[in-house]
């Protein structure tokens, strides 16, 4: 242990490379899933509809007090048995694994991107929902052309900051035997003993990644700017 | 029904009344009556917190009104959206602030509702939106935002995309008032001339220039209530309340 020895880190490459591809894939789905959930979480909160708008205050108040891990562990063993009685078989149904990782993922993330977008919509100028009914455009179109377009632009640095979180909370799987970057980092350290360079690499690859996606959405912020602007 | 109906001429293309509209306890609008010829041009004065902005932001139920009846082109504004949504497509409004959707460039600003609303073709809606740009003197800006332009351009694109619906009534609510004074002059010239053109215009404003050059009669606003009605000649040579004698003092120095 007194050199660091980073050819081991080659032979592992395959092994960490498949890792890092679950842990993209889970990113990829939970940020898809919680944005679109989220999104109309957030609307049915702004357009205040009297009881599912307290049903989803409710849910995400919850989700945002527990940590991910212990949703996870429920998730895994709560639902198959809640399915299993729903079915009447009162047998549980296994969902897998990786099915428990995307779907709570996606499901605790859209409170996360919920409470985002709701502060977004809030900042949009009153002037900008009177200009759409003067034009007669449907609450639909109003939402979809004018006003959630705004948001997303003024929001896209806390959602981007959101979905780094998200990307590095996937190493939390490892509850569920899953193996993502981390995992497959850790199994292979106590394997060969070379802790040292496989977090190493690790958290290099982390940082690399987490600072690239940084990179990416401040120069997309550059070229879609609403031009001109000073809000 | 039907004979009050007729009783009410055929040309009137805005009828109001008893208008009332309160905001909590305070009650803006108190029994208000207008009545609206098709091509006539109306401006609303009156001092701030006259009420002269609700009741246009009442015309295209962008306000609700507590009581009393609107009927816009034969059609009353009531809850039934269907209703309301048809009297937006015939209503252009035109606010203080433009209001342009600041992610959109002013051709996109233009083309939106033409497209949303009345289902024009994206080349169809294009067409339009450049013509009425350049009626407006500002087609070679369609392709900046909003946010490059400057407030009179801003608010002549924002009259260029109301016109793009082709609404048989306009409404402007103090287009003027957040401008700088040099830009004023550019904004009131596009409004003349749109009035030149027949528009049925409703104009909060306070730019008594403008209301002598263009408007078939004045509205006096105080307190909520309409004071005085005359034509700009009468109302501003000898106004006959003395409400409207010291409002005119006040803007006119």
Redesign the interface.
Known sequence: MNSLDFSIVLQAWPYLWSGLLFSLALTAAAFVIGMSLGTCFALVQHFELPVIGRVVRGYIALIRSIPLILVLFWFFFLVPIVLGHLGGSGRPIPIGATWTAFITFGLFEAAYYSEIIRVGLRAV?R??F??C??????TF?TYR??IL??VL?VASPIILSQTIILFQDTSLVYVLSLTDLLGAASKLAQLNGRLVEMYLVVAVVYLGISSAASQCVASLRKRYA?????? | MLQEAQTKRSSDIVVVENLVKRFGRFTALNDVNLSVRTGERIVVCGPSGSGKSTLIRCLNRIEKHDSGRIVIDGLELTDRMTDVTCVRREVGMVFQSFNLFPHLSVVENCMLAPMKVRGLSRPDAHERAIGLLRKVRIHDQADKYPGQLSGGQQQRVAIARALCMQPRIMLFDEPTSALDPEMVNEVLETMVELARDGMTMVCVTHEMGFAREVADRVVFMDRGGVVEEADPDTFFRAPRTERARGFLRQIIH
Request: net charge neutral.
């Open positions: 100028n002037g900008q009177e200009a009914q003067a034009l007669a455009l449907s179109d052309c004018v377009p705004q632009r609403i031009a001109g602007t000073h809000r």
